[in-house]
């Protein structure tokens, strides 16, 4: 197949330097740091941009000459949130890479969809233009546009499907990009309380600049929604359905923090309740809030 058969009108190609093609040893798009990282997570688009990787011609780095400076492959990527790189790659690979190099490339985008360039044709016979601008950058560093007079040639690339077995955990966050607006724009409300917790807990308590104690966004994003789908939707109090956008209050989705003494870090331990649940219960502890359970369920 071609790549202009998977490509759109719109597609946009991104290039950058890499050790080899992209394969279950490192199924991961990955930055030396995490605002490279999500710079281009904002950029990129999924099912839209494809990135193509290019050898190095750093024989310490791309290994096998036959990768050398050549078009290795074209891949999609999920740019919702970088990840660490350790949660996504096999283990033995992330233990040869930093004994090599050190931890140099912490973040990443997973890899969703790989294929090999056929043949792995020479970079600067191909692309001149953008091979030049990747020697331009520190190498392996960023995505960089592939020059625009040179995407026809791309477009007619002969491509073969690489099939990728994704981690636990990578499969995990690939299912964080939920199509569901309704619960996205739930979990976000609270995702925004959080921080604010946060936030007022590191000023009234510690007296430290808040935006240290901060998590990061796409962390609260992830462990709620990693919440969401191990109670199966449930309130974590009631047992019963949270509903999205209910039209009454009290059955919205709302937070209970299992232990309420320390706000800074607790939001790992928040489970998913209704907001009545959380409100009856309050401060009481779990078994006094199961004898009024029993006792209004027995009515
Ligand atoms: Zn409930």
Redesign the pocket.
């Known amino acids: 197949m071609k790549l202009s058969e998977i490509a759109s009108q719109d597609s946009r190609l991104f290039a950058k330097g890499e050790f080899g093609p992209a394969s279950d040893t490192w199924p991961a798009l990955s930055f030396s740091s995490h605002k490279i990282a999500t710079d281009f997570a904002n950029t990129y688009r999924r099912d839209h941009d494809f990135v193509l990787y290019v050898g190095t011609g750093d024989p310490e780095k791309t290994e096998d000459p036959a990768h050398r400076q050549r078009l290795l492959s074209v891949l999609s990527v999920e740019p919702r949130a970088p990840i660490s790189t350790r949660d996504l790659v096999p283990a033995d690979s992330w233990e040869r890479t930093t004994r090599k190099w050190g931890i140099r490339w912490e973040w990443s985008l997973p890899i969703i969809a790989t294929y090999d360039v056929a043949g792995f044709p020479r970079a600067h016979n191909t692309i001149p233009l953008t091979y030049r601008s990747l020697g331009n950058l520190p190498s392996l560093g960023r995505c960089v546009p592939v020059q625009e007079p040179e995407y026809r040639v791309l477009l007619g690339l002969d491509l073969e499907p690489v099939e990728l077995h994704l981690s636990e955990r990578a499969k995990v966050v690939l299912a964080l990009n939920t199509d569901n607006r309704a619960l996205r724009g739930e979990i976000s409300r609270l995702v925004t309380m959080i921080k604010q917790d946060v936030a007022a807990a590191g000023v009234g308590r510690t007296g430290v600049n808040p935006m240290r104690l901060m998590p990061n966004d796409s962390d609260v994003f992830s462990v709620l929604m990693q919440r969401w789908e191990a109670q199966d939707g449930m309130?974590a109090?009631?047992d019963?359905p949270?509903p999205l956008k209910p039209e009454n209050k009290l059955l919205q989705m709302s937070r209970d923090r299992t232990d309420s003494g320390n706000k800074t870090y607790d939001w790992q331990n928040t489970r998913l309740?209704?907001l009545?649940?959380n409100l009856g219960k309050s401060d009481a502890t779990v078994d006094q809030w199961r004898d009024y359970l029993t006792m209004i369920r027995s009515a």
């Open positions: 309130c109090l009631c019963r949270i309740t209704h009545a649940c």
